[in-house]
């Protein structure tokens, strides 16, 4: 069973920085897609960046491109999501996901494993 654990989040002023790391276990991971994804109160859950476990292929959202960093450490079967120069747009719940398609996507319905989640909070 594959199991996905989120840690990292917290409380930061605008213009500060995190980083989220997503803990994976049950699987080998290596040809799966990892995605961290976000939802704030009252909004849809929406996609954040993604990671080709073979190779480190990167996709980001529009918005965090250019702030938010992913990657992935195989030796800890981890993946991390460096955010830098956050805004308070960026408050939300952050999920971690898996996906064993092949290629790299940015809807939930691509993702079949799930986080609980981690909360981060950026204040003005």
């Known amino acids: 069973q594959v199991q996905l654990v989120e840690s990292g989040g917290g409380l930061v002023q605008a213009g500060g920085s995190l980083r989220l790391s997503c803990a994976a276990s049950?699987?080998?991971?290596?040809?799966?897609?990892m995605g961290w994804f976000r939802q704030a109160p009252g909004k849809e859950r929406e996609f954040v960046a993604a990671?080709?476990?073979?190779?480190?292929?990167?996709y980001y959202a529009p918005s965090v491109k250019g702030r938010f960093a992913i990657s992935r450490d195989g030796s800890k079967n981890t993946v991390y999501l460096q955010m830098n120069s956050l805004k308070p747009e960026d408050t939300a719940v952050y999920y971690c996901a898996a996906s064993r398609g092949v290629a790299i996507g940015s809807t939930t319905r691509a993702y079949e494993y799930w986080g609980q989640g981690t909360q981060v909070t950026v204040s003005s």
């Open positions: 049950g699987r080998t991971f290596s040809s799966y897609v």
């Open positions: 990671i080709s476990w073979i190779g480190g292929t990167t």
